[in-house]
């Protein structure tokens, strides 16, 4: 039977509640969200906090909403919810492409956007995603609020820019114009962590070349972006060459280790062919059609 | 600490460890142990419990962080005294289309039903199929389960069970 390590709980009711028990009871203090991440390590004592601070009730920080050229998804929004919105469909199909294929549903019950980018695990989904759409992550501390670039937020595995008395209320999504993205994963068996995933991101100029574009990849050992494979494609015309030629280039920035999910060679493989998938897919729903060279 | 919280229709108070996980809190505490506890990693699904209405895996859930919602377990999906009443058209499904062999999932595997039948009522079954896709069944094979719900979901009123209708 797997039992946490001891400790005291304590539910905020506020954001400034929050961030003052995290003051209050220091260093060994942690936020809680959906738990599904940080329950799953307390019970195999990889992690011991001395005090959770339980922050679902806070209601002000559930919120999906467009304002102004940018998306605002509140820290605690469930991946039920991003699944179950329209707006995060329409706007950022990549959403719902990765959320169909995070965990299962009564996962997706629990889980939060806040708390996947607070565990940072390198196999963790909406980390991609929030790379290729150039996310923002808003951050509060005792000294207040600050906004930082998702590259910037990233400090490796298992390490973000959010410290421990600080808390994450919100993500940004800038919204683009003629722009699509899309989203796939390969996975063992339903519900499983990604053997090997890849996001893409573009947008398109009036004259029909790709005006902008973003690839990442997810547990293939890259940091941030594949910028080499981006930039090739800006500039150009879609076309089967041109995906070829930059997932080529992602493949190569790739560096994947080999465990129980596969060996090298085989992920590499997929880095390759999965970002072929996603570009042709976002290209498709941006309406462009890449031409058979 | 002290936890208060409505199980099937009844508000309990009990004082907990922050640590006592709702499934030992729903099994041990309060003696329910309709809710199974099977791989105790969040992956099988046995241990799914309603909570607000909601599918959740209760080993992977605090009872402290239960403290003032609403829990159902399998105890709770018939109506009226236990072990009388009307069972819930779930668990008839489950009945009329040998839903169950060993049994082990299918607390998990109703409640998951029920939830997806009250947003629900009509679901296809890729739906119910995806509905279900977090937890694992060793025996059925899943088709059996995926007709039971089907079952449920064409008769949405409690029908009188086949006991019942003999006697
Ligand atoms: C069986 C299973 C399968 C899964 N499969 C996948 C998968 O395929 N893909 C995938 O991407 N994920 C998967 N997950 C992880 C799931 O998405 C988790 O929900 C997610 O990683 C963590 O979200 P949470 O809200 O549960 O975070 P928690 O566990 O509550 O917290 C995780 C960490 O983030 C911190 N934190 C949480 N919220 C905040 C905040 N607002 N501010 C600051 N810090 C915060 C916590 O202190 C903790 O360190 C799986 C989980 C399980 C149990
Ligand atoms: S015991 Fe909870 S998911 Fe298996
Ligand atoms: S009936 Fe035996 S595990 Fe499902």
């Known amino acids: 039977m797997q039992v946490p390590a001891p400790f005291e709980y304590a539910r905020a009711t506020s954001v400034q509640d929050a961030l003052e028990l995290l003051e209050r009871h220091g260093p060994e203090s942690h936020v809680i969200a959906g738990g599904h991440s940080l329950l799953p390590m307390m019970k195999l004592r990889l992690a011991r906090p001395e005090w959770l601070i339980d922050i679902n009730d806070l209601a002000e920080l559930r919120h999906i909403t467009e304002d102004a050229g940018v998306l605002r998804v509140g820290a605690l929004t469930r991946h039920a919810a991003l699944l179950g919105s329209d707006v995060v469909g329409r706007l950022f199909p990549i959403v719902h492409d990765a959320e169909k294929v995070i965990a299962d549903p009564v996962v997706r019950n629990r889980g939060t956007i806040g708390g996947s980018l607070g565990q940072a695990d390198p196999a963790e989904d909406l980390t991609t995603v929030c790379d290729v759409l150039r996310a923002q992550v808003v951050i509060v501390g005792p000294a207040g609020e600050r906004v930082v670039d998702v590259a910037e937020f990233h400090r490796g595995p298992y390490e973000t820019a959010c410290e421990q008395n600080e808390l994450i209320t919100e993500v940004r999504f800038p919204i683009r114009t003629g722009s699509a993205s899309a989203y796939e994963k390969v996975e063992r068996r339903v519900g499983d962590w990604a053997v090997a995933a890849a996001g893409a991101a573009v947008q398109l100029g009036d004259d029909g070349t790709i005006a902008d574009a973003a690839i990442g990849l997810t547990a293939l050992g890259l940091e941030g972006l594949a910028t080499d494979a981006a930039a090739v494609l800006v500039g150009q015309r879609p076309s089967e060459d041109l995906i070829a030629e930059a997932a080529r280039l992602a493949a190569e920035a790739s560096s994947p280790v080999e465990d129980q999910r596969g060996p090298v060679d085989y992920k590499r493989h997929l880095a390759d062919e999965l970002t072929r998938r996603v570009l042709r897919r976002a290209l498709e729903r941006v309406g462009a059609t890449a031409t058979a060279a | ?167």
């Open chain 2, 1 to 167: 600490m002290q936890v208060t919280m409505t199980v099937n229709g009844t508000e309990v108070t009990r004082d907990v460890e922050p640590r006592l996980l709702l499934v030992h809190f729903l099994r041990e505490t309060l003696g329910l142990t309709g809710t199974h506890w099977g791989c105790d990693t969040s992956n099988c699904g046995t241990c799914v419990v309603l909570v607000d209405g909601e599918p959740v895996k209760s080993c992977t859930a605090l009872a402290a962080m239960t403290d003032g919602h609403e829990v159902r377990t399998v105890e709770g999906l018939a109506q009226g005294a236990a072990g009388g009443g009307t069972l819930d058209p779930v668990q008839q499904g489950f009945m009329e289309e040998h839903g169950l062999q060993c049994g082990f999932c299918t607390p998990g595997m109703m409640l998951t039903a029920r939830a997806l039948l009250d947003r629900e009522p009509d679901p296809d079954e890729a739906t119910i199929r995806e509905a279900i896709s977090g937890q694992i069944c060793r025996c059925t094979g899943y088709a059996t389960i995926v007709r039971s719900i089907q079952w449920a979901a064409a008769h949405p009123a409690a029908a009188p069970t086949e006991q019942e209708v003999v006697a």
